[in-house]
């Protein structure tokens, strides 16, 4: 399809200089010395996908009518100067247009927006290219993603988006490809697979695009990976350079220098690099261009417990680390490693927002970063060495940071080494990959924070299972739905001062991440099914409407012809959800419709909720033993936990399993050990399991349907 995207017509000089007045303060405009400024752009013809370029993308602050990157800059503030929706009027924000996603599994992308055109990803990282006034279809590309690939990714087959640059769409492929389509009509231009088909890589993060690379990196360490991010020819495919982030065997010569120094942080008689070592790349990646550094944020160790990875210690670089690496050569410049040793899936995956901040009256370059272990770091981005860290949420890993050294206190006193360690924060996250922002007008970062609690038992028959999961932590142990336990707000945090300024709380964890507008304005959708804003200076709500699922993507901003609008991807899903997380009441009333939702002042458009169909409940003879029962209780734990939750409660996104129809548990062998539904994702098990377990996991699943009954 080449029909031409409609593009903003032309404007008027006057109007465009009242646009700009409308937009910016005055004093912004002056500093910014005008030629800059953001209407400048808007006075220059318009061309769509093909016209951004390296300059357009350094500078995407100045033309707010586009999104042109995950993080709306290379600096991923996610704060726009778009202010024609403000706090005065955004109560009467309504829905423009919606657009059905053709999916029930988690919406993660942030939308791109190119001058009128809209890119994002479905689920099996299928990418659309709508029209961003009306939500017309322009093109659709599926990768054709293998379905059997959902039994070898941890958190859902979800994607974060897409990267635009020079008249094409990058997108990285669940199964570890990275495809670059043609901007205006979807066609493949080149297609690379940048993973190893025969370990079980996965790619949900959306690429960046620096200095005319492209920048891809992948995840796994719950199955066991080697982490690395890698730079490809954008206008190729042909790979430029790749930096791994743990050293590989210790019998083969490293693939580049820093790596000598990674592999004396490992103790090899652990022999980590079997399961891969971890450390994997999959969400976050900064660019500062006039640094010329880009800052690239790694994953958990694998498997997770330090003990069996590198048991006789070792900081075990660079797992959980911001590494600042050279844009041309992929060669490291700093790391700072937040989380050494890392044992709790701590990663610092979360994203990485650049600031300029004023501290003790010097203006600094900064690195703002708030990973899953709890606190706020805020680094000298030139040098990578911290100048303030402090937790956000309650921890009790560590007593702080040592503000020497700039490692954690960790704790010792928790029964870790013996028994069932109940930590908080934990592998969910104190914040995950929903992204927060900066508004430099209040100077607070706004972080999609979380409270969990997670009891860490060691495996102590762990023995390394190729393919299967490998984190080393019984999961047996997680017979209660981790959201139980947690709960999530949203956080309105000083970074200078290091201390909340507000919140909003709310039940449930797992909320969607954050957008700040030069409206005074915040916005975030949640667990519940809610997309709201606040006054982004005192957290007041001014907004609300229900969207039919709950909210995990982060919202993004635009114009068309002078009318502003808000974009976010509506859909529950990921590895909370997966897991449990039945605290997300809206998931479990609606049928789950994943949608692209937009938002203008003003709209009128209906959204259609379709309510979840609360099916009777036929009994079943459930006739087993007790013995059978818990058998069945451990195997589905071991195994079905990660996907169909905890207690067989599942989250709203996966089916739950004590509701079934009656017919399933009778096929219950064809589905588990057969791969009856492997094209629906669901694994076959038969390299694991036998009919015996299978038989056990339908005794415990009849008893949980009967306790359901009965507590009706
Ligand atoms: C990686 C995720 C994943 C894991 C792990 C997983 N499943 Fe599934 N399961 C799925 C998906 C996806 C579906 C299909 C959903 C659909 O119908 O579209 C499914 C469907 C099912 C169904 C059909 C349910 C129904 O009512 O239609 C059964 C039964 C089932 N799974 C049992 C199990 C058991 C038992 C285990 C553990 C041995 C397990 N699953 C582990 C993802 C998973």
Redesign the pocket.
Known sequence: MSRRPPFPGRMRPAAIRAAILALVPVATLLAMGCPRGPGADRAAPVRGAAAVDDARLRSAESEPESWLTYGGTYGEQRYSRLARIDEHNVGTLGLAWHFDMATRRGLEATPIVVDGVLYTTSSWSVVVALDARTGRELWRHDPGVDRAM??R?CCDVVNRGVAVYRGRVYVGVLDGRLEALDAKTGQLVWSVVTTDPSRPYSITMAPRVVEGRVLIGNGGAEYGVRGYVSAYDAATGRLDWRFYTVPGDPAEPFEHPELEAAARTWDPSGEYWQVGGGGTVWNAIAYDPELRLVYVGTGNGSPWDRRLRSPKGGDNLYVCSILALDPETGRLVWHYQTTPADTWDFTSTQDIVLADLEIEGRLRKTLLHAPKNGFFYVLDRETGVPISAKNFVPVNWADGIDETTWRPRERTDHPYETGVALIHPTNYGAHNWQSMSFHPGTGLVYIPAQETVFPYLRDRAYEYRPGAWNIGFDPKVMTESPAELASGHLLAWDPVAQKEVWRVQYDGAWNGGTLATAGNLVFQGTAHGTFAAHRASDGEKLFETRTGTGIIAAPVTYRIDGEQYVAVMAGWGGAFA?SGGDAALEAGTTDNTGRLLVYKLGGRAKLPIVEREERALVALPAADTPETIARGNAT?HE??L???GAGAVAGGV??D?RR??PE?YAM?PE??LRGA?EQ????R?DRW?DADDVEA?RAYLLSRRAQLAAER
């Open positions: 959902g039994g990714v997966l589905y195994w079905c990660v996907c169909h996966l089916p399993l079934s129809a399933i219950l589905i588990v539904f629906r994702g669901m694994p098990f399991l996991i």
